[in-house]
């Protein structure tokens, strides 16, 4: 069999350990950052090239290219070599901001969108897997919450920051940012990945695992992208996707099955590890839950509570600084414990205890209690950041390491498509069924037509554009109209949040069936020293 790959155990200095951590969290950030900065420069792109058909697809495409290359590439770096590819999916990801900064028309800026997707996941994807070769497995938790905590600063900083370049520079620096930022990362890591020697052997690329790959995660992220918005859910579409998916997830299981585990894009056999099989579910179903703060609370305050959009940023605020928080900490933990499954039942069980208010969740509540809630969930969801990724990597082959680190942001990733796609799906369905009931009393018929309309309902700017031609005779029965209509939105939030509380106790579940006792290594197995970046040397 081709062994993939294998690091030279060579120590370098502490300092350049630190050149390297900072390199990799700016490209991390940067990242990140793209996948929430554009929410909010999105409506100025739009109008400007003339796209608002397309409004939703600059997004679909940097989802399903990120999460395909998060894998297709987390695996090759295996053979080609974690820096080579590193800092090539950093160079491509630069040159996609550029060429979306100059797209000329919307069909362009969704291609290039693509395009940048491929580098952010290739980017997230061999990140993990650096600091999972380059530090000794005891010593990863602490940098892999640095990492983590990437994300929530992202969503801090994202939305803010897109607005005001927007506003005062223009859509295309958005994009254009990119560039300093991404060439000082380049060259940052470009000196502090120096001192990462890599062996690389002959690589041979499951080419057939790949293509069976894509065929079945880019359908799937499709149809759960389009799915209840752009067509129907039982829509021919939306049902050919989702079975092309099915028939080539079955194709691609049977042909890895035969596949030299070295080769494989995903080997099954990583699988019959209990802790990497748990990890990777919880990622799936943790990331799940973190999708129902970030798409359901800013619903509830900005259209149960009337909060502006500056408002209810500042409140969901909170929520994304406590992940950050909580995966440092959870970080930091695991490096002086050794040991992760107490810590990760911990964190589980936070997240679900904090979900179960949620489920409850009423328009005479107010911001406070909602903001208090937010801070425990953020902590909880944000602690099993490093521990599902030390976890996974824990006492595994150094040469899979790769493999083993994408196919675990893989399915982070895919647990934000699906929830995204069933808390949508439930939402839509409840406030379809509460308007089929609801008491019109003497509402105009254009009022019934605009507002009976689920995903109409569920849009700020829609509803507000709506009360803004209402006639003043009529501005006191609206509010009653549509407080009540408030009433019933909270009703379909509500049970929402009890999908995620069934993926929070799944997820809890996950923890608890890690292995007892398990330690984690102070030194990586295979290899003759503690690693490449030790900071005892």
Known sequence: MEQPVALTARKIARGKAAITMAGLCLGLLMSALDTTIVSTAMPKIARELSGLALYSWPFTAYL???????????????????????????????????????????????????????????????????????????????????????????????????????????????????????????????????????????????????????????????????????????????????????????????????????????????????????????????????????????????RVLRSSAAGSGLATTPYVLAYTVGSIFAGQAISRLGKYRALAIACAALTLAATLPLCLIRPSWGKLPVIAVMLALGIGLGGTTPIFQVAAQSNRDPRSLGAVTASVMFFRSLGSAVGSAVYGAIMSGSLSLMLARFDWGAAPDLVKATLGNPQTLMNTAAVDQVMARVPAQYKGMMESLLARLDRGLAGALSSAFWAALIFAAAALACSIAYKRGVRIRASAPLQAESGPFSTTG
């Open 64 to 302: 399903i290219c990120s999460t395909v290359a998060t894998l297709v590439f987390g695996k090759l770096s295996d053979s080609w070599g974690r820096r080579a590819v590193f800092l090539g999916g950093l160079a491509w990801f630069i040159a996609a901001s550029a060429l979306c900064g100059l797209a000329p028309n919307m069909a362009a800026f969704v291609a290039f969108r693509g395009l940048q997707g491929i580098g952010g996941g290739v980017i997230v994807s061999t990140a993990f897997a650096i600091v999972g070769e380059a530090f000794p497995p005891r010593e990863r938790g602490k940098y892999m919450g640095l990492l983590g905590g990437m994300y929530g600063v992202a969503a801090v900083l994202g939305p803010s920051a897109g607005g005001l370049i927007a506003d005062s520079l223009g859509w295309r620096w958005v994009f254009y940012m990119n560039l300093p930022l991404g060439i000082a990362a380049f060259a940052v890591l470009a000196i502090g990945l120096s001192g990462l020697a890599e062996e690389r052997g002959r690589a041979r690329v499951d080419w057939a695992g790949i293509a069976l790959f894509l065929l079945s995660v880019v359908p799937l992220l499709l149809g759960l992208s389009l799915g209840g918005k752009n067509y129907a859910w039982d829509s021919l579409p939306i049902l050919g996707l989702f079975a092309l998916a099915v028939i080539a997830c079955a194709l691609f299981l049977a042909v890895e099955r035969r596949v030299d585990p070295g080769k494989a894009i995903l080997p099954l056999a990583f699988f019959k590890d209990r802790e990497y099989a748990v990890s990777a579910a919880g990622s799936f179903l943790s990331n799940a839950v973190f999708f129902a703060g970030i798409l359901l609370i800013p619903l509830y305050l900005q």
